[in-house]
């Protein structure tokens, strides 16, 4: 608990130093350069979530006095259904940080070249041991001072991108060709249950996702615990409902950029490189070399076509007539050639799966880490790589905090050792500490077959966070449904969401929608015809 003394701007930089691991810095540009700035949408129901914590869940939870916001749930109802919320914290937490320790191990692997098991091992270990010897008041120290360096980390990154850009060529017009060629569609407005991202499901299903992560994750709700007061655990909440969708969308600009100077540079067929020296090694180099060469052929036809748009961009801005017809037949060369050039990729990519069918394809998490390792002078990539190396041990440390402060408050006090000292249970939290790192490392072995990691974690989270939030909810607000009740319809409901998701029935973000209200309905239900005996609290 840090002794309860940590001060609003400690808690709202430790807050955002949680969530934003680097996952964020390495994964984000990464789908900006694939699919533009649409996941900025993700993050707007945030600034209400936070609102609504701030009025309800923050003072409940401080004066309760808990220690975990679990203990809270047996109070409300009773042991098993604490235990199954615990439990579903735990298993999720645990998952999504293998993936986090999975993140910068990449780049140790990328820049060392070696195995990358043993970057995993490697990272894991170091965050593990000071973790363990720290606690909560280190987690919240370091983070601290994390993020003032990913701060200043990031304005470098941006300056660099358009500094590298061509003689001639400013922000503006890197701006004009990622928009050009659908890089800059920040918002959609188009309901659809099947789109991942629109401003519906950002605004609806990001406000129960991130209600139930900062109201239930014991990740971030330990963090808003250590504050002084209720107004300092509300304000450091309140900065971070502020800060974190500039920040996010600064994140995704990035990658645009990094998109854009690609434009006008060659860019490698495939990104990960680790894959590309296994395939040099194989029977299949030549055809692969054919068809790198063919789509670095693709992509100087492509240079073309952009100098040639942005000669249309520029005569259409200082004409009065008739200049919109050339650009549009500017911008439509040019997404032929984008078009050929990714055609060719995609042929380059199906020769890397048949070579290796284990390899992982999808190389979005390695598009800015290789502009990084190619382009930048060599200090600035050290500062970049220690940002992605600082945000993903702020965010392992706390999530091995509060995977083990649960562990031990909500299953060995409450079943093993009711009664014991301090000193007891420091020790057995540390210990804890560090079976839950030996499991997190274990995750991060499998982490590479998930794709970007970005969207990984979050699916991963959208499993089980309606489910948690919709026990809260009921726990807060319905005071007439008993434990029972509560306990089956989260059984039920987690099972639906499980289904709902391998058969792919909506996007991620709705299953935290799903998941809440199925609780909320099934406990009403069930409370009524198979548990009617009412208990009130």
């Not at 900062?214 to 971030?220: E, H, K, P, V």
């Not at 030549?286 to 052929?297: P, R, S, T």
């Not at 945000?391 to 408050?409: E, I, K, Y």
């Amino acid at each position: 608990m840090a002794d309860k003394q940590l001060p609003w701007y400690h808690i709202g930089l430790s807050v955002m130093a949680t969530q934003a691991s680097a996952i964020t810095f390495i994964s984000a540009p990464g789908l900006a350069y694939t699919d533009g700035l649409r996941f900025v949408q993700f993050y707007f129901g945030l600034p209400l979530a936070m609102v609504v914590l701030c009025i309800t869940f923050v003072p409940m939870f401080r004066n309760l006095n808990v220690f975990t916001a679990y203990e809270f749930i047996e109070k409300r109802f009773d042991t098993r259904t604490r235990l199954l919320t615990a439990g579903l914290f735990l298993l999720q937490r645990g998952l999504s940080t293998g993936i986090t320790i999975y993140a910068p191990s990449i780049i140790l692997s990328t820049i060392l070249g070696i195995d990358i098991n043993y970057t995993i091992l490697l990272i894991g270990t170091l965050v593990i041991l000071y973790t363990v010897y720290g606690g909560a008041k280190a987690v919240s120290y370091s983070q601290l001072f994390q993020m003032f360096v990913i701060f200043a980390g990031l304005f470098a990154a941006a300056f660099m991108v358009v500094h590298l850009l061509p003689a001639g060529v400013g922000l503006t017009d890197a701006l004009h060709i990622a928009g050009k060629m659908g890089r800059l569609n920040a918002i959609d407005t188009k309901f659809d249950l099947n789109n991942r991202y629109n401003i519906w499901s950002g605004i609806i299903g990001g406000f129960f996702l991130q209600l139930s992560y900062f109201g239930t994750d014991q990740s971030q709700v330990g963090r808003y615990l250590t504050g002084r007061s209720i107004a300092q655990s509300r304000l450091g909440l309140i900065m971070n409902g502020l800060i974190k969708i500039p920040m996010q969308f600064f994140i995704l600009l990035i990658g645009t950029l990094v998109f854009a100077f690609y434009q006008f540079h060659q860019p490698p067929v495939f990104f990960n490189k680790t894959e590309i020296a296994q395939i040099e090694n194989s029977s299949s180099k030549e055809a692969f070399h054919k068809l790198e060469a063919e789509y670095n052929q693709a992509n100087t036809e492509k240079q073309i076509a952009v100098i040639e748009m942005l000669k249309a961009v520029h005569a259409n801005e200082g004409a009065m007539d008739g200049s919109a017809g050339s650009m549009d037949a500017a911008r439509s060369n040019l997404l032929q050639a984008d078009e050929k050039a990714q055609t060719i990729r995609k042929e380059a990519i199906q020769l890397i799966a048949k070579n290796d069918p284990k390899t992982d394809t999808n190389d979005s998490n390695y598009i800015f880490l290789s502009f990084v390792t190619g382009y930048l002078p060599k200090g600035l990539i050290g500062l970049l790589i220690a940002i992605i190396f600082l945000a993903s041990m702020g965010s392992m440390a706390s999530a091995l905090n509060s995977l083990a402060s649960t562990t031990l408050v909500d299953f060995y006090k409450r079943l093993y050792r009711k009664t014991g000292t301090d000193a007891l249970y420091l020790r057995t939290s540390r210990s804890m500490t560090l079976a839950w790192g030996i499991f997190c490392i274990g995750i991060a072995f499998y982490a590479s077959r998930l794709g970007n990691l970005i969207e990984a974690v979050n699916i991963l989270g959208s499993l089980f966070y309606g489910t948690i939030l919709g026990i809260f909810l009921v726990a807060f607000y319905m005071k007439h449904i008993g434990g029972k009740a509560v306990f089956y319809a989260a059984l039920i409901a987690e099972g639906f969401i499980v289904i709902a998701w391998l058969i792919n029935l909506c996007a991620f973000l709705w299953l935290n929608v799903a998941g809440c209200l199925l609780v909320m309905l099934l406990a009403v239900i069930l409370q009524k015809s198979v548990f009617p005996r009412r208990r009130i609290i």
